[in-house]
């Protein structure tokens, strides 16, 4: 005589687990979404500042970079990025290349910047080529005080780059006050970036 079979179904989930283990599955994928609406509404404002950076209120990467081989000024050669060079004055970073076609349209702007003398003009050239970012420097004229070469790209990554051009606004505490992702143009040196120059100068630290 066969036993009659039963049915060895689990039980099914309570609905409130159910839910939670579908909302925790569902977060990744609200936080990438949040993540991309926030950078579609910073470039589609047309203000490239409220594009976000993690590195706004943090040290500037205490990364050094060789000098642009060949670059000189007055006679003398143009030094190197030295993180140890931002701690005590205002810096203004731009981060640039030869073959980065914004940087040529903003090149005549930092050349102007470059004038005031209240703050210092950094340069990092980006994978670039020696001999054409030298060029570049001698055809628009060499605004910066110090340049600091990225060949391989790695201190872009360091300083957060969405690429090229960008700039950054530095206190005297050597912290990165401001970002301007994109050209400087002569509808954000007057009304964005010489505004953040401003504050770090009247800031104490």
Not at 62 to 81: D, E, H, I, R, S
Not at 130 to 158: C, H, K, M, Q, T
Request: glycine fraction near 10%; charged fraction near 15%; proline fraction near 11%.
């Amino acid at each position: 005589m066969t036993e009659p079979t039963t049915s060895m179904s689990l039980p099914p989930s309570p609905p409130r687990k159910t839910a939670l283990r579908a909302l925790l599955m569902a977060l990744p994928l609200a936080a990438f979404i949040g993540l991309v609406a926030l950078f579609w509404f910073g470039l589609q404002s047309g203000d490239p500042s409220l594009i976000p950076s993690a590195l706004i209120g943090h040290p500037a990467p205490q990364t050094p970079l060789p000098p642009l081989a060949g670059l000189v000024n007055n006679g003398k050669p143009v030094p190197g990025l030295d993180p140890a060079a931002f701690k005590g004055k205002v810096s203004v970073v731009n981060v640039w290349a030869s073959w980065c076609v914004p940087c040529h349209d903003e090149a005549p702007l930092l050349t102007a910047l470059g004038q005031d003398k209240r703050f210092q003009l950094v340069g990092i050239n980006y994978k670039d080529d020696a001999d054409n970012a030298r060029r570049f420097l001698g055809r628009y004229g060499n605004p910066f005080s110090a340049v600091g070469v990225d060949s391989n790209g790695r201190a872009a990554i360091e300083w957060g780059v969405y690429g090229v051009p960008e700039t950054y606004v530095i206190g005297r505490s050597g912290k990165i006050l401001f970002k301007l992702v994109g050209p400087i143009a002569p509808d954000n040196i007057d009304t964005v970036l010489k505004v953040q120059i401003d504050k770090a100068l009247a800031a104490g630290s």
